[in-house]
């Protein structure tokens, strides 16, 4: 079982460039989410989407812009990197129903780093 | 905003001895709580949560959480420690995101390391 697959795993940017960071899940789940985690933060929620075609903003969305086109997939966009989203990024979804109940299934992260 | 706070960055614990790793929330009305955990290079996992019902939630791995009310906590805990539970462990609470939908913030996790 595929699960949560992000791609790129890894990525080094310099300052100014944009990339898109790709999270697609294979269980039908209607919710995504995008997280950063930094050392001592924690996650914090950057977007998230309730189903195909609608995203929202989290908690840290400046910077950052997302798109679920399709229902598996829900894109991260960087459009121009600064330094300060040197993170690791992420992804995940649950049900409906997870939605409320708190269980998410997580990608295995992307690390990027912005010189 | 709900809240949950992990007063520790580390634990650590022999290996065979119980483990208990802290969590408290603030919360307006009904908590909603979970523990997650993280081994290295990887995302995190669901371990267990606490809805209604039973004080003890029992989880995945031998893992069980204490909700207690009244000191505002969800400790998670194991009676038996292994090497192999060493990873990072979030505590998180459900809260309202004003946008329609229910979400989860994160503790800033407790790295917890099991001494062989």
């Known amino acids: 079982n595929a699960g949560v697959t992000q791609t790129p795993k890894f990525r080094v940017l310099k300052t100014g460039q944009s990339m898109t960071l790709l999270c697609a899940q294979d269980m039908n789940h209607e919710y995504m989410y995008w997280y950063r985690q930094d050392p001592g933060m924690g996650l914090r929620l950057i977007h998230y989407s309730v189903g195909e075609g609608t995203t929202a903003k989290g908690e840290v969305p400046d910077g950052y812009n997302v798109s679920r086109l399709k229902k598996q997939n829900f894109l991260l966009g960087l459009e121009s990197a600064a330094p300060s989203q040197t993170s690791v990024y992420f992804c995940?979804?649950?049900?409906?129903?997870?939605?409320?109940?708190?269980?998410?299934?997580f990608g295995e992260g992307s690390r990027l780093t912005v010189l | 905003a709900q809240s949950v706070a992990q007063p520790e960055d580390q634990v650590n614990v022999a290996e065979g001895n119980p483990l208990t790793v802290k969590c408290t929330y603030s919360?307006?009305?009904?908590?909603?709580l979970f523990w997650y955990v993280q081994y290295p290079n990887r995302g995190l996992q669901f371990l267990l949560k606490y809805i209604t019902g039973d004080n003890l939630v029992k989880g995945s791995y031998g893992f069980e959480a204490e909700f207690n009310k009244s000191q505002t906590s969800f400790h998670l805990k194991k009676p038996s420690a292994l090497v192999s539970d060493s990873a990072l462990y979030f505590c998180a609470v459900r809260d309202w995101s004003g946008a329609g939908s229910y979400q989860l913030t994160f503790g800033k996790g407790t790295k917890l390391s099991v001494i062989p």
């Open positions: 995940a979804s649950s049900e409906l129903a997870g939605g409320y109940t708190g269980e998410l299934f």
């Open positions: 919360v307006s009305g009904n908590p909603y």
